[in-house]
């Protein structure tokens, strides 16, 4: 009898370490964004960042650390603790509007986006870098240095890059809240879509740690 009880624990044992496994099985995602992936101006539940814990299920972890206003300068000097305390197995980088916006001087954006990726993959996380845009009144010279930025920082580090998270979204005014600037909430499957294409591929081949 007790060793038919044994064997009845063990073998119960393993299956809920098993589904304690099953549970767990997904990814650990950060996220580090402005507004746009903080969900502006709408209820937490339906922006990207949520859609993608939706999309990916109980099994993986999203941590939205996005914070409107939020610049790359903040988000350096924050990473390292989120890093320590969420253990992500990736890290989604989308900032760089506020930057813009506020004029820091694009070889500051290029260093701070470039850092974060360094503590990203130093804790042992991949990354995504989607690039943002500017306003269309900061003139089509600016504009097309500060996404150079972006560009030239997913070639020379080789992370997995969305070139324009707001790709077809800021070109459609219905998917834009009245300052045009933020997308709304017909726009955050969109988003999610635009993120995707580069994170899709990563979340496959990932474990959490």
Request: proline share 5%.
């Amino acid at each position: 009898m007790r060793t038919r009880l044994l064997t009845v624990l063990l073998v119960f044992g393993l299956a809920l370490s098993g589904l304690v496994a099953a549970q767990t099985s997904g990814p650990r995602i950060l996220v580090l964004g402005d507004s746009l992936s903080a969900a502006y101006n709408m209820p937490a539940e339906a922006g990207w960042v949520a859609l993608l814990a939706d999309r990916l299920g109980a099994g993986a972890e999203v941590v939205n650390a996005a914070i409107s206003g939020e610049t790359t300068a903040g988000a350096r000097a924050r990473l390292p603790q989120a890093l320590d305390i969420h253990a992500p197995d990736i890290v989604v980088i989308a900032l760089g509007g506020n930057d813009g916006l506020r004029g820091v001087p694009l070889s500051e954006l290029r260093d701070n986006l470039e850092a974060m990726i360094t503590m990203a993959r130093d804790s042992g996380a991949g990354v995504v870098l989607a690039g943002v845009r500017l306003p269309s009144n900061y003139g089509s010279a600016f504009i097309e240095r500060f996404r150079n930025v972006y560009d030239e920082v997913a070639r020379e580090t080789g992370v997995a890059y969305v070139p324009k998270i707001l790709a077809g979204v800021a070109e459609q005014p219905s998917l834009m809240q009245d300052d045009g600037i933020h997308p709304n909430t017909r726009a955050q499957a969109r988003i999610l879509d635009n993120i995707w294409q580069a994170l899709g591929p990563m979340v496959s081949g990932s474990t959490t740690g």
